[in-house]
């Protein structure tokens, strides 16, 4: 009996010394202190964003994205007591939430009537303050985004504040409200409150500026920014691959390819720390150690286990031919390169090999360093698999790409680990993506689609990926998803519309969602996998710059013709230019944002951007609800007689015309008027007067429309899938006999 005593005791001390410290670090009430205190010690409550909540001056509207059943006992507890909570009609009732009721007052309501009422306007008029729980849906549906409308209007007509708050790590509570399969539970997930600085709606909008959009937008994305601050962009990526492993199981398979077959979070971070020592004993903190290897468990563990020694993993693309292999190694001075002895074999990059010699840096088998692996190495990386060797820092450069070279030589591009963390958590605020799916990867993870798309977000947000190792074999991919039944691909539209053509129509069929980018979607593309395959593309918008994503179109936020809107986080103006009366130059700012550039005169130094903004080079243009239509790039307009004509908008019409050939429009030099227009096409029936007529029925002007058409059997592909215009260009220039240009 005595004993029972002193342990009451001892709890009751502890609970009062909890409650304690929570009402002087928070400013709460006392009896919400005494029911706050076991919530924050059973789920370790990262609560530092409370305080400025409750400080954010009336009128105020607290935007709770509702994930689970504790988040109205949370927020009945940690938000000022005068606070007018509107609960869903299934919360209003719960008994268990009896106590916390006590400290606030709430409603249920009906979604369809409660807020066309004036009543909540005149609350907040009054100075006060209401707590709106957001059903937790990353692309909700028409009936649940009225919601997010009539919020917005309340707050606009009472000039109120917002406040998003979003419980981090509750979608993972035993009493989520989201389904097991899509979300694996954990008894006690560490929760972690975000919650953004209160804005009225006219400042949100204000503060989109060029991408000005609704006020339900406005909204919308204000609690996407919440929802990313929940998911701690910030996060080193190994550790941010760690923490997915401890969310959905380290057990629970991650990567998947056509040679290893499937491995577990677990022998995935095994795999990176037994290769993290070697690459570690090889080399120095900070340093640009160059990865060529194909898509593949073993690249995986190769990235994972460089950002693990806290070197910066440097992409180099085997595509891009000996010159620009040794340029790219001597631009990011790499002294190292880790690579497969059986890719290399199997895909005749012997010239490569010899590039990157050439450039300075010596190349290491990974099949040598996994014979060398000893029995100790292999117990250490058993035991330890979940610490990281070097120091972790997510604002240190993590990964070096080079632009594509499409349109130029490519460019270092320099990323920090937060770059590409918060673009894959912007994208996972967009995109709703699930434990339950499964994603087929078959872009090169050389290029910035292809390794944030198809590796980094399927690792972090916990979602198994299949590796395959090239885009170019439309025959055996299709045959590879009818196998592995992935629900989300990523790709191009020269590489979805090739598989299409060689694939059964049950091959795609497991395919909910495409998501294409690199190069405009043709409507024919999206009409084959709408009727084929029943999976709709949604097409996106990024620059290597960027980590690569700044736009994209959704299920609720969807326009034909655009690639979307903005990611949240990004900030946008647009420039001048020339010629051009549709929208502008666009630059962006960011979190996604790269350090800088690094270059062949300057090799290893980066040149951080001016204040943080870059500029794309694309012309852009925003309609009233910020959605983003691309014009051209400034580097595709030609001058002819004085006039400047976009390429894009040339190419689009002839896609238009010949609508299942591929096509690329260029410029070459004219003595009369400076430039003219050039037409390479596989379409062999192409002509300049069926060019003509077109252009006159769309209202084109007659310098606009080549009058040289340079028929090719096939057009040149980067190893991205992009069109290769320089490539495009010199066919032109060869076909033509342009000796000026050559």
């Known amino acids: 009996m005595i004993l029972t005593g002193a342990v009451l005791l001892c709890v ?37 964003a409370v305080r400025a ?40 009732r719960a008994a268990w939430l009896e106590p916390f009721r006590e400290l606030a007052r709430t409603i249920a309501f009906n979604p369809e009537h409660v807020f066309v009422s004036r009543r909540l306007v005149r609350v907040l008029r009054g100075g006060g303050r209401l707590a709106v729980y957001l059903p937790d849906e990353v692309e909700p549906d028409l009936r649940t985004f009225r919601l997010f409308r009539a919020v917005s209007r309340i707050a606009a007509k009472a000039d109120a504040r917002i406040v998003p708050i979003v419980v981090g790590g509750a979608r993972s509570l035993p009493f989520s409200l989201t389904p097991k399969e899509k979300a694996p539970r954990r008894l006690f997930p560490k929760l972690t409150i975000s919650a953004c600085e209160g804005m009225s709606i006219r400042q949100l909008m204000d503060a989109a500026g060029v991408a000005a959009s609704t006020q339900s937008n406005a909204l919308f994305d204000r609690l996407a920014e919440a929802r990313i601050a929940s998911l701690r962009p910030d996060r080193p990526l190994f550790l941010a691959v760690r923490d997915a492993a401890d969310r959905v199981g380290a057990s629970r398979q991650s990567v998947e390819d056509v040679i ?47 950002l693990s020694a806290g070197r910066v993993a440097t992409m180099l693309n085997y595509t891009a031919g000996p010159a620009n292999v040794t340029a790219a190694v001597r631009t990011a001075s790499v002294r190292i390169v880790y690579s497969s002895r059986a890719f290399v074999d199997k895909a005749n990059l012997q010239d490569i090999v010899a590039a990157i010699e050439t450039g300075g840096a010596r190349v290491v088998w990974l099949e040598d360093l996994r014979e060398k692996a000893d029995l100790f190495d292999k117990a250490a990386a058993a035991l330890l698999w979940r610490r990281p060797i070097g120091r972790q820092d997510a604002s240190r450069p993590a990964v070096i790409l080079f632009t594509s070279g499409a349109e130029g030589s490519p460019r270092a591009v320099v990323l920090t680990g937060t770059n590409l963390n918060f673009n894959a958590r912007q994208a996972e605020a967009r995109i709703a993506f699930g ?37 170019l074999h439309y025959k055996l991919i299709p045959k590879a998803a009818a196998k592995v039944r992935p629900t989300v691909m990523f790709g191009t539209d020269s590489f979805l519309a090739s598989y299409a053509r060689t694939a059964k129509d049950d091959d795609f069929s497991s395919v909910r969602l495409l998501v294409a980018g690199a190069e405009a979607v043709k409507e024919e593309t999206r009409r084959v996998w709408r009727d084929r395959f029943g999976a709709d593309i949604v097409e996106g918008y990024g620059v290597t710059e960027a980590s690569p994503v700044v736009a994209v179109n959704t299920a609720t936020h969807g326009r034909d013709g655009t690639v979307g809107r903005l990611l949240p986080g990004i900030v946008a103006r647009l420039q001048e230019v020339e010629g051009v009366t549709q929208g502008g130059r666009l630059w962006i700012r960011g979190p996604n944002v790269m350090l800088g550039y690094m270059t062949a005169e300057r090799p290893g130094e980066v040149q951080r951007l001016e204040n943080g903004w870059h500029d794309t080079g694309d012309i852009i243009s925003f309609d009233k609800d910020g959605f983003v239509t691309i014009r051209g790039r400034a580097k595709r307009f030609a001058k002819i007689a004085g006039e400047m004509v976009s390429l894009g908008a040339v190419e689009m019409l002839v896609e238009k015309l010949w609508p299942e050939a591929r096509h690329a429009v260029v410029s070459v030099p004219d003595k009369r008027r400076g430039e003219r227009i050039v037409l390479v096409t596989t379409a062999q029936e192409a002509e300049p007067e069926a060019l003509r007529v077109a252009g006159k029925q769309a209202g084109a002007p007659e310098l606009a429309i080549p009058n040289d058409i340079v028929k090719v059997p096939e057009l040149p592909l980067l190893g991205s899938g992009k069109t290769d215009y320089i490539g495009a260009r010199r066919i032109a220039v060869a076909q033509l006999g342009i000796e000026a240009a050559a």
């Not at 609970?15 to 919400?32: E, S, V």
């Not at 706050?36 to 609560?47: Q, V």
């Not at 677990?266 to 160059?290: I, N, P, T």
């Not at 994603?439 to 292809?450: C, Q």
């Open 260 to 306: 290893s077959g499937g491995m577990t979070y677990r022998q995935v971070l095994m795999g990176a720390r037994l290769l993290g020592g070697r690459f570690a004993a090889e080399s120095h903190d900070g340093q640009s150690v160059g990865l060529m290897l194909p898509n593949g468990n073993g690249f995986v563990m190769a990235l994972l286990g460089l």
């Open 53 to 92: 909540a409750r400080s954010t001056q009336t009128p105020v509207v607290y935007a709770v994205v509702h994930q689970s059943r504790l988040d109205p006992a949370l927020m009945l507890a940690l938000l000022p007591e005068q606070t007018l909570h509107i609960l869903d009609d299934h919360s209003a």
């Open 12 to 48: 009751a001390v502890a609970w009062l010394t909890l409650a304690l410290l929570a009402r002087f670090r928070l400013d709460l009430g006392m009896r919400q202190a005494f029911l706050y205190a076991p919530l924050k010690l059973i789920y370790r409550i990262d609560d530092r």
């Open 435 to 471: 434990a339950d799916d499964k994603l087929m990867n078959v872009l090169p993870v050389f290029h910035s689609f292809g390794l944030l798309g198809g590796v980094i977000l399927p690792l972090i947000a916990g979602v198994p990926l299949f590796l395959y190792p090239s885009p």
